[in-house]
C-alpha cells in the first residue's frame, strides 16, 4: 500500500479512531486500526474495542498503490498530531509501514490484517434520518448524568425512545435524572416505535464529533444500533437491561417555583463550589421573600453567602443539594431562564430549561 494524504485530515480521522481502540489490551488487534484502499483516492480507516466499531471515509487521498494493513493507532494518531507538514506520505509492506514528512521518517510495525477484529456493520436498508444537532444537543443535554460506575447497567447509558412525532432522550445515575423531547418530521409513512438504551461511550463520541451535518441517519438491529453520517458510521453493541420508569420520578403537582437567569443562577453555583470539599460536597438553597441565598461551608476553603434576587413570596425553604448536579444543568442549558420547582426540602428538585427539557435532583439528607 501506499498513499499520500493531508496531514490535518489522516489526524482527525485517528484522533475519532484513538477515543475508540484500547491502547492497552490482551488482543493487541484491539489496539490498531485498519486502513483499507476502496478504489483510486478513497481509504476506509476501521477501529473497534470490540464494544463500539467506527469506520471512516477518507476521500481526496492520492493512492499509488491499494492494499490493506493492519497498524497500531495511539503513537500514529501522536505524531500525525505534532507533525507540521501539510501532506504526508504513507507506504506500507507485509511487516511494516513508513510515515515520511520533510522533516522524517517513522517506520512501524504492522499486524496481519486478517487477525483484525470482525466489525459488525448494519446493512443501512431502513435507516431513519435525524436533525443532527438536535439530535447531538439532546445528548449533551443528558448524558451527563447517567451513572458512572459500570455495575450499574442499565443506567450506563442514554434511554431512547422514539414514536412517529418525537424523540425522548433520558439518563439517571439514581440521584438525578435528565430528560429532553426532540419533536421530529417522519419521512414518508409512520416511524414505528422504537426504545433502546445506548452506550455512553458512543455518545460521547457522536457529541464529540466536530462536523456540520444537517441529518444523521440510525437503525436498530438485534443488539445493535448503528449511526451513519455523510462519511463516518458508528455501530455500537446495546446496554443490556431494563430501564427503570423514570416517569414515576418526575414530580408532578409542585406549587412552588422560582424562575432564575441561567448565567447568574451558574456563576453563583460556581463560586459557592468553590467552598465545598470532597467530603462535604454539597451547598444550600434558602428560599425566601424575593431572595434565594446559596451558602457553602468548608473547613478548608472557608464559607460563601450568595444573593440572587428572585420573585417568590411562598414558605422560606432551606434545600441541600450537590452543586455539580446543578451545574452540569446550567453547563448545557441554551435558555435564558432556568425554572426551578419544589415541595418540601426532602422532595427532589424539578428544573426546567425551556417546554422539552427537565431535570431532577434529590436533595441530599443531613445524614448522607
Do not use: W
Not at 38 to 50: A, C, P, R, W, Y
Not at 273 to 296: A, G, K, N, P, W
Not at 309 to 314: M, T, W
Amino acid at each position: 500500500m501506499k498513499f499520500k494524504t493531508s496531514t490535518k485530515s489522516l489526524s482527525t480521522v485517528f484522533q475519532l479512531l484513538d477515543t475508540v481502540v484500547l491502547n492497552r489490551s490482551p488482543r493487541p488487534t484491539l489496539s490498531n486500526v485498519k486502513i483499507e484502499t476502496k478504489n483510486d483516492k478513497t481509504l476506509e480507516i476501521s477501529g473497534t474495542d470490540s464494544e463500539i466499531a467506527v469506520r471512516y471515509i477518507l476521500e481526496d487521498v492520492i493512492i499509488d498503490t491499494p492494499g490493506i494493513v493492519s497498524i497500531p493507532s495511539a503513537n500514529i494518531a501522536t505524531l500525525l498530531k505534532e507533525t507540521s507538514d501539510q501532506e504526508i506520505s504513507f507506504s506500507s509492506d507485509e511487516n511494516r509501514c513508513e510515515i515520511q514528512s520533510t522533516d522524517g521518517s517513522y517506520r512501524f510495525f504492522t499486524d496481519d490484517p486478517h487477525n483484525f477484529p470482525f466489525l459488525p456493520f448494519i446493512d443501512t436498508l431502513n435507516s431513519i434520518p435525524l436533525p443532527y444537532a438536535q439530535f447531538v444537543s439532546g445528548i449533551r443535554k443528558t448524558i451527563f448524568a447517567a451513572a458512572k460506575e459500570k455495575t450499574r447497567f442499565a443506567l450506563n447509558g442514554l434511554y431512547f425512545n422514539m414514536t412517529a412525532t418525537e424523540l425522548e432522550m433520558v439518563a439517571t445515575d439514581g440521584k438525578r435524572l435528565s430528560k429532553i423531547l426532540i419533536p421530529i418530521s417522519p419521512p414518508g409513512d409512520s416511524i414505528e416505535n422504537c426504545s433502546a438504551i445506548l452506550p455512553k461511550k458512543a455518545m460521547d463520541m457522536l457529541d464529540k464529533i466536530n462536523i456540520t451535518e444537517d441529518e444523521i441517519t440510525f437503525e436498530i438491529s438485534d443488539n445493535l444500533v448503528q449511526f451513519n453520517l455523510k462519511n463516518i458510521t458508528i455501530c455500537a453493541k446495546l446496554v443490556e437491561g431494563s430501564f427503570p420508569n423514570y416517569h414515576e420520578v418526575i414530580p408532578t403537582g409542585y406549587t412552588k417555583q422560582i424562575k432564575i437567569d441561567t448565567d447568574t443562577l451558574s456563576s453563583a453555583v460556581r463560586r459557592a463550589s468553590l467552598f465545598t470539599s470532597e467530603e462535604s460536597r454539597s451547598i444550600m438553597f434558602c428560599v425566601r421573600e424575593d431572595v434565594l441565598i446559596i451558602e457553602s461551608k468548608s473547613e478548608v476553603s472557608g464559607e460563601a453567602k450568595i444573593q440572587i434576587p428572585i420573585e417568590y413570596s411562598g414558605e422560606d425553604i432551606d434545600i441541600v443539594i450537590n452543586p455539580e448536579f446543578l451545574g452540569d444543568v446550567l453547563r448545557v442549558s441554551t435558555d435564558k431562564d432556568v425554572c426551578i420547582e419544589f415541595m418540601e426540602a426532602n422532595k427532589p428538585l424539578l428544573i426546567r430549561c425551556g417546554e422539552n427539557y427537565c431535570n431532577v435532583i434529590m436533595p441530599i439528607s443531613p445524614n448522607d
